[in-house]
């Protein structure tokens, strides 16, 4: 059975500060986001349900006629504007996540071809959830920085007391209601997501403690 990290392991690439980039963090930070971006794309393409940040911007790109990228970027600018009153600073890692995610969830929803099979659509779903979790773990090694979601939910927790499971699901709940009275895609890959990607978090974490470990031992 695969083991799960409870942490974020320190990995040659960590950056000191959010802004202290350096060419060695380029690798992790670039290809966990675009692994990122590429899992979201895939559980839109599966059609079985997109993950609740994601149903929102579909609701928005059908009104707005922009394609799902420009909206998910949108999104993410205007959550940023909320960080302002509550004193979170951006990071290196956050301008990335805004550009890279929404860049590689626009380019996998657009040239993944629809699948037109049960077992190919449910492939796809699991691949979104696997892939959407590696990126997270290479993403977070690098402390560039949260994304502008993540940032609004711990600066929330932190300036209000309110615990971050509490806050994390009351903004998924609430941008998936929205989302989804405006045209976005629910369904089981939803509720899939919501289930597993934790554990896919934390088994990709794992994975890369004990190559990191065995490079360094």
Same mark, same amino acid.
């Given at each position: 059975?695969?083991?799960?990290?409870?942490?974020?392991?320190? @990995? &040659?690439?960590? +950056? @000191?500060?959010?802004? +202290?980039? #350096?060419?060695?963090?380029?690798?992790?930070?670039?290809?966990?986001?675009? $692994?990122?971006?590429?899992?979201?794309?895939l559980l839109v393409v599966s059609r079985w349900g997109a993950t609740p940040w @994601?149903?929102?911007?579909?609701?928005?790109?059908?009104? +707005?006629?922009?394609?799902?990228?420009?909206?998910? /970027?949108?999104?993410?600018c205007v959550v940023l504007l909320a960080w302002f009153p509550l004193r979170e600073?951006?990071?290196?890692?956050?301008? /990335?996540?805004?550009? =890279?995610? +929404?860049?590689? $969830?626009?380019?996998?929803?657009?040239?993944?071809?629809?699948?037109?099979?049960?077992?190919?659509?449910?492939? *796809?779903? *699991?691949?979104?959830?696997?892939? =959407?979790?590696?990126?997270?773990?290479?993403?977070?090694?690098?402390? *560039?920085? &949260?994304?502008? #979601?993540?940032?609004?939910?711990?600066?929330?927790? #932190?300036?209000?007391?309110?615990?971050?499971?509490?806050?994390?699901?009351?903004?998924?709940?609430?941008? $998936?209601?929205?989302?989804? *009275?405006?045209?976005?895609?629910?369904?089981?890959?939803?509720?899939?997501?919501? /289930?597993?990607?934790?554990?896919? =978090?934390?088994?990709? $974490?794992?994975?890369?403690?004990?190559?990191?470990?065995?490079?360094?031992?």
């Amino acid at each position: 059975m695969a083991k799960l990290s409870h942490k974020i392991p320190v @990995t &040659p690439w960590r +950056a @000191t500060s959010t802004w +202290a980039f #350096r060419p060695r963090m380029f690798l992790p930070l670039a290809f966990g986001l675009s $692994l990122f971006g590429v899992g979201e794309g895939l559980l839109v393409v599966s059609r079985w349900g997109a993950t609740p940040w @994601t149903v929102f911007a579909e609701g928005v790109a059908r009104h +707005a006629h922009i394609s799902l990228g420009w909206a998910t /970027a949108a999104i993410s600018c205007v959550v940023l504007l909320a960080w302002f009153p509550l004193r979170e600073r951006p990071g290196f890692g956050t301008i /990335a996540n805004l550009v =890279i995610i +929404a860049y590689m $969830l626009d380019l996998t929803s657009t040239t993944m071809p629809v699948p037109h099979n049960v077992v190919l659509e449910a492939l *796809l779903m *699991l691949g979104g959830v696997v892939a =959407i979790g590696i990126g997270s773990a290479l993403y977070l090694t690098t402390g *560039l920085g &949260p994304g502008p #979601r993540d940032g609004l939910m711990t600066s929330i927790h #932190r300036h209000f007391g309110v615990s971050v499971v509490y806050v994390r699901l009351t903004l998924e709940v609430v941008v $998936l209601i929205i989302g989804w *009275l405006l045209g976005g895609t629910v369904g089981i890959g939803t509720a899939f997501f919501a /289930a597993t990607v934790g554990f896919s =978090i934390g088994v990709s $974490l794992n994975v890369v403690d004990r190559i990191v470990g065995k490079f360094q031992s």
